[in-house]
Every structure is written in C-alpha cells, then in structure tokens.
C-alpha cells in the first residue's frame, strides 16, 4: 500500500490579502502537485448551502423516469450539454484503454448566457466561427423548476473560485499573480453532475463507476462521496478522502503539460461497491472542469522551463486537445500509435 495520502489544505490565508500568507499557501500547493496532484480543500470560496442545494436538486433530477430524463438531451450536442444515459461514455478511451460504458448518467452544462456564435461574459462580448462550438446553448428541465437558478448560481461560484485558484497556482509557479487572467477571460469550462445509481447486478469484467483517466482541463474542482481514487506516481491507488464542506481540486493535463510535468495531472477512477455492502448506495459527484480559452495554447510555461530538460510536450490549441479526448470517451474508439504520441499516452506511462 502506498504511503502517499492525498493532502488536506486550508486556502484561507490565501484571502488573507497578506502577500507572505497568499505565498505560504502557494508553496504548499506546489509541494503538493510535485508529489500527487490532488487535494481536499478547506477554507474557501464557495457557500456550503448552496453545494447542498446543488445536490438535492441534483438528486431529484435524477430521480426522474429515464423517459423524462431523455427530454434533457441536446440537439446541438448530446455530450456537452443535457442528459446523457447509463453508460453513454467509457472514459478509459481517453488514455488507449477499452473498456465497457461506465456504471453513470450524467447531466453537463456550460457557461450561462452562450449562444452558438457569440458569448458575453461580464462587459466583454466575443465573436466568432470557432466560439459556436463551445459556447453553446444550454438546455433545462421542466422540472425540477429550481434546477436552473441553483445550477448557473452554483456554475457562477464556480468561475470565480477557478480565478481565484489559477490565481493562486500562478503564484506558485513564479508568476505573476494575474497570469492566467488573459488565458481564461472567455473559458469554455464545463459542470458535470455524475449520478452512480445503486448497483442491482454485477457489472461487467472491467467495468466500473467511472474508468481511469486523467482530466483534459486546467484543474478540476469536485464535491465527491466515498469511491473515488488516484493513482500516485509510483502506480499505487490510494482513496480520496471525503470531508464535510471540502473540496476536491486535482491538477488536469493542461496543466500538467504547461508545467512540463512538474506537477501532475493523476488518473483516477470510481470504483464499484460490493453489491451486499452498504457501500452499495447511490452515489453523486458535482465536478466543475475548469478550462481556458478554447483558443489558448497549451506550451511549457516560462518558469518550467530548464536548460537540460526541454519541453516533453509539442505545443497544441486546448479544444483540439479536448474535441480529441472527449470524442474517444463517448464513441469508444481505439488509439492509434500517432494518437498516443500527439495526446500524451505514452508520456503518462513513462510518469507513473
């Protein structure tokens, strides 16, 4: 067993305003995402009523007859935005690995006020042919009725407590504090409730909760239940610690390949429960996958740049590292030897 535990930190003196306490946290994350690039979070931005407002209406959502739930699912992209069913996508695709659908039902928005061609965010407006594909629209459910204010309240949280956390990872990095600021002004970020019913039957050879993986994201910011693992360096799985009111934050490939692999982007998994265990219940996660710009490009950063260690990774635009990955997860295709190369496969193996 690894003696690698995921670490708990307390983000409040990063609002301290005092830039020695802002920098004793940033050093501790650093240390953090060198060994295991996933933490549990205490002391930070967002309002635990309304992550428990988040879950019950998540809940009942979910709840609902499949037949109602499928009137959640978008015409324009049945992936990104809507309903998606019980094993719609196998995420281990992501990394070359086949897989049977993963035991889940999701429902995925994005950022409020898109509109296929154009998007608003606060006073700034952005136009153009690439923007209709990530800034699409949402869909909503007739009911529950309150689903659609506490979600796009709850993304709203969201978006600031991520420019609050790449914030805090550009201090880290040796950078300048607003960074990230230009790379992120019109992000495309996704929110995601993953619904993992009680299981009624033994699942598939191989097929579990949610397949290992790595996030395609900057960083990823999770409200989880017992179930979830990561896989440290070494190759050991050690759980996620759940805590009251935390947050989980782990490290995605964006910034694993901006930092040229000084911090990690882990896989991780869900894993299945006994079928006689009391573990066996339903099980819900409220994942906010933070990205940047959907034009950005993903490059070893200035400080993570060393004379004898060039960059591992070619420079590539994030929504064509992203349209890459997520089209593997949901249309179960297999790699190729050009893939592994060009999306990271086989640098990961070579890390852990």
């Given at each position: 067993m690894s003696s690698i535990k995921v670490p708990v930190i307390d983000l409040s003196p990063f609002y301290s305003g005092d830039l020695e306490q802002k920098m004793r946290v940033a050093q501790e994350l650093d240390s953090i995402c060198q060994n295991i690039g996933f933490l549990v979070v205490t002391g930070h931005s967002v309002n635990?009523?309304?992550i428990r407002a988040m879950q019950e209406v998540s809940l009942e959502f979910m709840a609902l007859p499949e037949s109602e739930k499928?009137?959640?699912t978008s015409d324009i992209d049945p992936v990104l935005r809507g309903y998606s069913p019980l094993k719609?996508?196998?995420?281990?695709?992501?990394?070359g690995e086949e897989t049977p659908g993963d035991i889940k039902e999701i429902v995925s928005m994005g950022p409020p006020g898109s509109s296929e061609a154009s998007y608003v965010m606060g006073e700034h407006y952005y136009s153009c042919d690439d923007a209709a594909n990530w800034f699409i629209p949402n869909i909503w459910p007739e009911k529950p009725q309150a689903m659609r204010p506490i979600w796009e309240k709850y993304f709203s949280s969201m978006e600031k407590f991520s420019d609050e956390l790449h914030r805090l990872c550009a201090l880290a990095l040796r950078l300048p504090e607003d960074y990230f600021d230009p790379l992120t002004d019109k992000h495309y970020s996704l929110f995601r409730a993953l619904h993992y019913p009680k299981l009624t039957e033994t699942p598939e050879a191989g097929q579990v909760r949610a397949g290992e993986h790595s996030d395609y994201d900057d960083l990823s910011i999770c409200v989880v239940q017992p179930g979830l693992q990561a896989r440290t360096r070494n190759g050991d799985w050690v759980d996620v610690p759940v805590i009251e009111d935390a947050l989980v934050i782990n490290i995605g490939d964006f910034l694993m390949r901006w930092t040229n692999d000084r911090w990690v982007s882990n896989r991780h998994r869900v894993i299945n429960p006994q079928l006689d265990s009391g573990a066996n219940t339903n099980?819900?996660?409220?994942?906010?996958?933070?990205?940047?710009?959907y034009?950005?490009?993903?490059?070893?950063?200035p400080t993570c740049k060393i004379?004898?260690?060039?960059?591992?990774?070619?420079?590539?635009?994030?929504s064509d590292y992203f349209t890459e990955k997520i089209n593997r997860q949901t249309s179960f295709e297999k790699w190729s030897d050009d893939?592994?190369?060009q999306f990271g496969t086989a640098d990961t193996e070579s890390r852990f």
């Open positions: 635990p009523a309304l499928l009137k959640l719609s996508e196998g995420l281990s695709y992501s990394i099980r819900l996660s409220l994942i906010y996958f933070s990205y940047c710009n034009d950005a490009m993903i490059e070893c950063l004379a004898d260690q060039p960059p591992k990774y070619p420079p590539i635009k994030s893939d592994s190369s």
